[in-house]
């Protein structure tokens, strides 16, 4: 059914874009505004959309009192009142006249106001030109043509110099009318003509081609708007959401419908000068609507043809200071397409490379032109939705600029919007001078790698070396002779609130090193707490007779224990942790090789203890609960491997880590899986600039890699061209600058 209504017309264009197969994403508010967008160009700059009208209007005494009006009392005088204040309050008022007729909402403009002759050359019957037509016309054959037609011109020039014209005023946005004429000389009931322009009837336009297409281009600009929030997002089946190419089809449509709307269907320009003379010369227009229209297509096509297709970047402020409003973090996440013209075409301008005594310095600069109004249209309506952007109705300084063709970023460090200036009354470009982008430590996350890896090697990045979450524990055994074989627990006692204190007779040789020690281990049944096992840290050595082991404090009573000892054999008398290892859940399981002679019964028995040292779960010591016998070299200890043994995935580049200890955040710089070294900038991204612990677990946010911290390097700036560092190195081998000789010796 054909569109006859602002209903059909939206169903029409829904249907075009694919409903109701497809889901289209906009809201009714949006589609009526697109209705009500569309009306509009089309009552404005389509031909058909408008009609020429001729309105009369007969003068009433009201109008000629309020045009008349004079002084500050008069009738249709409006007070316009101006306060300042400073040391003293100043007010001002000011008399403005009324001297304009209401028109209808509708008309569009005003193309002049027919007047009646009466000048003193050609009014009446005794003027010269009555005579001359009377006279002259009647005797034709007598009449030189081009006499008459010079005679004529001459008349009519003396009529334009003698009688002054008046001025007229019309904007459509106000309704007024204003003649700039002696209203105290008209009269009553007196007719006025108005040649004008009015809007027709939005009732028969729903189904006008043109309509029809831009309001179904309108939608789908709206659709991809609404789209682009969800960029990125992955749909099942690897699908991914992308606004961009639906709005930039409408965008594209809507350009194509208004260029063909400027040759084809656009009326001349209403510039609404009427019969009466203004300041500038009513017959050469300054620049009308449709010129500039003109030019500025001209310009976009030009752009389009020899211009180079670039990614804008607008800087986003993340922090600022909160007195003097200064910028202490920014980044770039978004880019932009646009055609942009290089006005420097014969090269790079600016300094260049320029060799210092610090290193290598890149100066280039390059001057870019972009179209005023592919920047307003296609660019300003996403940077004003973002809270970041202060400023989004023109390029800024501060933005960036990738140039594609030298694969380098640029940041614009001035935008001049007046050059050339105001042609035909108007701008149309932006001219962006940019030097070549200096890195610190900005966020660059644009999604296109080949921009995001421009600063990978930039700026300040620390270096973490990295482990596998878990790693094996290693000890020594250490022997000894005349040493306890093993501690027998006698009686578990009762009544315990806290770990009793185990004491062993000291040995005979004096030596503090030689006494054993043990520490005991509580437990809790039925409600009662009574010791579990008694475990040795030093068997001894040098004991000749059994000693006297002691249970004492903890609240409890009743515990007693008996040991065994070895007066002739070796055995393990403690235990020496080499390595306490990383990432145990469970207590691990230690195993001890055989004596010489082989006898497994012989064989010494330790038990592991675990505990957080960090931010890790790790060894802390390994207990004798039987020394053995009949060690003559030691032997081989063993601990069994913790649950997870190596680090978990693959960190990506950009990314947010954090220090699962620490709090810390920084960004992913570049990941190498074979070192386990990984380069970050940014530290304290997130807000948390305390720094990363050696020991603790750095975990990716995106990509949910694991890997624990071995150590950092945290003076790791990099700089391609600056070999400060050198010269450093080789001044230090020279001149001693340390604090005990600050002024040096060779």
């Excluded at 972009?370 to 952007?389: H, N, Y």
Aim: hydrophobic share 35%; charged share 25%.
């Amino acid at each position: 059914m054909k569109p006859d209504n602002r209903g059909r017309l939206i169903n029409y264009g829904l249907r075009q874009l694919g409903a109701p197969i497809l889901e289209i994403n906009i809201d009714d508010d949006q589609l009526h505004d697109a209705v009500d967008d569309t009306i509009q160009i089309y009552q404005e700059r389509h031909y058909d959309g408008i009609e020429r009208m001729f309105l009369k209007y007969k003068f009433t005494q009201d109008d000629i009192d309020r045009g008349s009006a004079q002084g500050t009392d008069g009738v249709g005088i409006v007070t316009t009142t101006g306060i300042q204040t400073s040391n003293v309050t100043v007010t001002s008022n000011f008399y403005e006249t009324s001297n304009f007729l209401a028109v209808p909402e509708n008309i569009l403009g005003v193309n002049r106001i027919f007047k009646f002759d009466s000048s003193s050359i050609s009014g009446g019957m005794f003027s010269i030109k009555y005579q001359l037509f009377l006279n002259d016309l009647y005797y034709f054959n007598s009449v030189n043509l081009l006499q008459y037609a010079m005679t004529k011109t001459y008349l009519e020039d003396i009529d334009h110099l003698l009688t002054t014209e008046k001025q007229i005023r019309f904007n459509m946005r106000q309704d007024r009318l204003y003649l700039d004429i002696d209203w105290g000389a008209q009269q009553v009931d007196e007719f006025i003509v108005i040649d004008c322009f009015r809007a027709i009837d939005t009732e028969g336009i729903y189904n006008d081609p043109f309509v029809k297409r831009y309001f179904t281009a309108l939608i789908k600009k709206q659709w991809g708007a609404n789209l682009l929030k969800f960029r990125g997002t992955k749909l099942p089946g690897g699908i991914e959401l992308n606004g961009r190419e639906i709005y930039d089809e409408g965008v594209r449509e809507l350009q194509a419908l208004r260029d063909r709307s400027a040759m084809d269907y656009e009326m001349p320009p209403l510039d609404f000068i009427g019969w009466w003379i203004m300041a500038l010369n009513p017959y050469f227009q300054q620049g009308t609507q449709g010129e500039q229209r003109l030019v500025q297509d001209l310009i976009n096509e030009h752009l389009k043809i020899y211009g180079v297709e670039v990614t804008y970047i607008p800087r986003k402020f993340v922090n600022k200071a909160t007195i003097i409003e200064e910028v202490t973090a920014s980044k770039f996440d978004d880019n932009f397409a646009v055609e942009m013209y290089v006005n420097s075409f014969d090269g790079y301008s600016g300094a260049g490379d320029v060799l210092t005594k610090f290193g290598m310095s890149l100066r280039d600069e390059v001057e870019l032109t972009v179209s005023k109004e592919r920047f307003e249209e296609f660019i300003a309506p996403f940077m004003e939705s973002s809270s970041d952007i202060d400023l989004a109705t023109r390029p800024r300084e501060g933005d960036l600029v990738f140039f594609p063709l030298g694969q380098r970023l640029f940041e614009i460090k001035f935008v001049e919007h007046e050059d050339p200036f105001y042609q035909l009354g108007k701008n149309y470009v932006y001219k962006l001078k940019c030097e070549l982008f200096e890195y610190e430590d900005e966020v660059i996350d644009t999604s296109l790698d080949i921009i995001d890896t421009q600063v990978e090697d930039d700026g300040y990045i620390a270096s973490l070396q990295l482990v596998g979450i878990g790693r094996t524990a290693t000890a020594l055994a250490i022997r000894g002779s005349g040493y306890i074989r093993e501690i027998f627990l006698n009686n578990d006692g009762s009544g315990f609130i806290s770990t009793p204190v185990v004491s062993i007779s000291t040995s005979p040789s004096g030596s503090a090193s030689d006494n054993a020690t043990a520490v005991a281990f509580t437990t809790e049944r039925a409600g009662v707490r009574s010791i579990e096992k008694i475990l040795m840290t030093n068997a001894g050595a040098n004991y000749t007779d059994t000693p006297i082991i002691t249970i004492s404090g903890g609240g409890g009573t009743g515990a007693a224990a008996t040991c065994s000892i070895e007066k002739s054999s070796t055995g393990i008398v403690r235990f020496i942790m080499t390595d306490n290892g990383v990432g145990f859940g469970t207590v691990p399981i230690v195993t001890i090789s055989n004596p010489a002679a082989g006898i497994a019964s012989d064989r010494a028995v330790g038990i592991a203890s675990i505990g957080v040292v960090g931010a890790f779960n790790q060894v802390n010591s390994i207990f004798v609960e039987n020394a053995g016998k009949g060690y003559t070299t030691n032997p081989t200890i063993t601990i069994s491997d913790p649950e997870t043994i190596s680090g978990i995935g693959t960190y990506q580049f950009n990314e947010v880590v954090q220090g699962m200890r620490s709090g810390t955040q920084a960004r992913v710089k570049s990941w190498d899986q074979d070192t386990a070294i990984l380069l970050v900038s940014n530290v304290g991204v997130g807000g948390t600039i305390r720094g990363f612990f050696e020991g603790e677990d750095i975990k990716g946010l995106t990509s949910g890699a694991l890997f624990s911290l071995s150590s950092l390097n945290k003076d790791n700036t990099i700089d391609k061209y600056n070999e400060g560092d050198i010269f450093e190195s080789e001044a230090d081998s020279i001149i001693d600058f340390t604090e005990s000789n600050p002024f040096g010796n060779y």
